[in-house]
């Protein structure tokens, strides 16, 4: 199984990223999908999510500047961030989550500049 995440990089504060996460190795209709996000010394945290059945959930810190959507005959999920802030530089990484099944790829640098 891969999950491989891209589109990330720098960008001035108020601005956009799109980003990518393709997945192999896995039927991916059956999964709902997560992206995360990690900094240096914190914990990862989660910052979105859309089901199987394309329902979404976002917590507070990006909820009205982000949208996560998915297409399952591409395999991928993005991620869509506007209005992008300082605090929002992480490396972003999607899972792939079925029941007790979980997979994790690899992450994508994004850097936001003040």
């Known amino acids: 199984v891969q999950l491989q995440a891209s589109g990330g990089g720098l960008v001035q504060a108020g601005g956009s990223l799109k980003l990518s996460c393709t997945s192999s190795?896995?039927?991916?209709?059956?999964?709902?999908m997560e992206w995360y996000r990690q900094t240096p010394g914190n914990q990862r945290e989660l910052v979105a999510t859309?089901?199987?059945?394309?329902?979404?959930n976002y917590p507070d810190s990006v909820k009205g500047r982000s949208t996560i959507s998915r297409v399952n005959a591409r395999n991928t999920v993005y991620l869509q961030m506007n209005s992008l802030k300082p605090e929002d530089t992480a490396v972003y990484s999607c899972?792939?989550?079925?029941?007790?099944?979980?997979?994790w790829g690899q992450g994508t640098l994004v850097t936001v500049s003040s």
């Open positions: 899972a792939a989550r079925r029941g007790q099944l979980e997979y």
């Open positions: 190795g896995i039927i991916f209709g059956l999964y709902d």
């Open positions: 859309i089901t199987i059945n394309s329902d979404t």
